[in-house]
Nanobody, 125 residues
Framework: QVQLVESGGGYVQAGSSLRLSCAAS????????MAWFRQAPGKERTFVAT????????AYGDSVEGRFTISRDNAKNTVYLQIDSLKPEATAVYYC??????????????????WGQGAQVTVSS
């Protein structure tokens, strides 16, 4: 029902900022819980951030590098991940995910029904 497309990844220097976007189509996602996960080479996919349906709350992973802020724009049917003070350890493929269920910690990939294709973020030292 829902298609997700990430954009905004790229190659940046440590200390810089970028904003990832996740554009949804197929239906409105205003009631959906949205999340960002990331996966570095040779590592498992891990939780980064989530924002609840109707923007009631947000939550973040315990060990993310720098400053991460998740937000959503219902008029654009889009979710964002702002990353400031990027560190090389943040290098990974970042995935957008969605579900219409109410979730709680721990946030796991298996909780989500829809996934984007991923966006590469590479941070140089």
């Amino acid at each position: 029902q829902v298609q997700l497309v990430e954009s905004g990844g790229g190659y940046v220097q440590a200390g810089s900022s970028l904003r990832l976007s996740c554009a949804a189509s197929g239906r409105t996602i205003s009631t959906y819980s949205m999340a960002w996960f990331r996966q570095a080479p040779g590592k498992e996919r891990t939780f980064v951030a989530t924002i609840s349906g109707r923007d009631v709350y947000t939550a973040y992973g315990d060990s993310v590098e720098g400053r991460f802020t998740i937000s959503r724009d219902n008029a654009k049917n889009t979710v964002y991940l702002q990353i400031d003070s990027l560190k090389p350890e943040a290098t990974a493929v970042y995935y957008c995910a969605a579900t219409n269920l109410i979730l709680d910690r721990p946030y796991q990939p298996g909780m989500y029904d829809y996934w984007g294709q991923g966006a590469q973020v590479t941070v140089s030292s």
